[in-house]
């Protein structure tokens, strides 16, 4: 049921609150937990979804938006891009169901990135099908920006790099 | 004129008090203290009954010449108490009632918050947005 994920999310944030005294390690944290369900999400995701392979870094980030937070967290981000290159690309969530019942953050946790734990799950599932990316959040509604906003930069891929070496 | 609204926890302190107008508000700290006692004594009444049938709301707790106590508790012993001021006869039953299952909504919505620790003082925004207006209503 989603109030129990919900709830169990929260209580983990929370948790983690009480262990690290600076807002950066529970971000990190949040971060390796999520990269962790990543790599292995993504075997499900591409099990159940039976989509084909993406030609190009906006068609994976539609997939990403459309498919992958369509069948995880019931809610679709629009995509925009914001590079001319085509390799910076934002989600942005006007509806975010992990942070339905926290209204904002205490005041001594300011800069906690209470959702980094998704950005972890997109960078680790990238990572297993070959594209390296870098996925922060850009807005976010629980410190007062209008919506939630996270930027999934791809950077080169990996499998140039090794063809390079050979 | 609803004059004031407290929260207690099942330990008997105060989670939550809101009072308006804000002059006078040590004699309805008093008056809510001593309504704890009353609230006690009606779980303890009708828990050895049929523990079944036991409702949510207590009803008026106790009448006195300037104001009416209203008492509601939830089956976790946090007690929603409401103060009223005696010359407001058009508040009916059906009015008080919803205004404590509003009450205890919002409760429920606070203890989801994981930042919430139970015993602590409630300091939530939208709680005191939900209860202003709910007492603004009634003036």
């Known amino acids: ?166 | 004129l609803l004059l004031l609204s407290v929260i207690c926890s099942p330990q008997n302190y105060p989670l939550y008090i809101r009072s308006v107008p804000t002059e006078n508000e040590l004699k309805f700290h008093y008056t809510v203290h001593t309504s704890l006692d009353v609230v006690d004594e009606k779980i303890s009444a009708m828990g050895k009954a049929l523990v079944d049938q036991r409702e949510l709301y207590l009803g008026l707790l106790y009448p006195t010449e300037d104001y009416k106590v209203y008492g509601y508790v939830t089956n976790s012993k946090v007690k929603f108490v409401m103060v009223v001021d005696s010359s407001n006869t058009a508040l009916r039953d059906n009015e008080i009632r919803s205004m404590f299952r509003k009450l205890h909504n919002s409760y429920t919505d606070i203890m989801c918050n994981p930042f919430y620790n139970p015993g602590d003082r409630i300091h939530s925004r939208a709680f005191d947005n939900m209860v202003n207006s709910m007492m603004m209503q009634v003036c």
């Open chain 1, 1 to 166: 049921s989603r109030e129990l994920f919900v709830l169990t999310y929260g209580a983990l944030v929370a948790q983690l609150c009480k262990d690290y005294e600076k807002d950066e390690d529970v971000n990190t944290c949040l971060d390796r937990m999520g990269y962790g369900i990543g790599v292995r999400l993504i075997d499900d995701f591409l099990a159940h979804s039976a989509v084909k392979k993406c030609r190009s870094y906006s068609e994976t980030a539609d997939m990403i938006a459309q498919v992958a937070f369509k069948m995880y967290l019931g809610v679709t981000p629009s995509v925009s891009c914001n590079s001319a290159a085509g390799n910076e690309f934002s989600l942005i969530l006007d509806k975010n169901p992990l942070v339905d019942f926290v209204e904002e953050l205490p005041a001594e946790r300011a800069s906690l990135c209470y959702c980094n734990l998704l950005c972890g799950v997109i960078r680790g599932a990238l990572e297993m099908v070959h594209l390296a990316a870098e996925v922060t959040f850009l807005q976010d509604r629980l410190k007062g920006d209008a919506v939630t906003e996270i930027g999934i930069t791809f950077l080169r891929k990996a499998e140039d790099r090794k063809h390079k070496r050979n």
